[in-house]
């Protein structure tokens, strides 16, 4: 994501800089919580895993139209906003 993030580049809201995938995760992590969506669904989104094995053996699903709908939100976020802008 980095790469093509750089290649278009496309800028970061810190002034001078390029955006990055890492301030990108950050970015969705903060939407999905602001928007009421739930820690487990912007996480598993994020392809991130439940640390205690207690829980996560008794958590099987993958929360998919959960993340679905989320995430077809988050994309109509970026194209309605036409938040992606080209550096010069």
Not at 19 to 43: C, I, K, L, M
Not at 46 to 75: C, F, P, S, V
């Amino acid at each position: 994501m980095t790469k093509v993030l750089r290649d278009n580049k496309v800028i970061s809201d810190t002034p001078g800089r390029l955006a990055t995938a890492h301030g990108f995760r950050s970015s969705f992590r903060d939407w999905a919580s602001e928007n009421g969506y739930s820690r487990e669904v912007a996480e598993r989104a994020l392809a991130h895993t439940i640390k205690n094995t207690a829980e996560a053996a008794y958590h099987r699903t993958d929360l998919i139209e959960q993340r679905r709908t989320m995430m077809d939100a988050w994309g109509s976020t970026w194209w309605v906003r036409g938040s992606c802008q080209k550096s010069d």
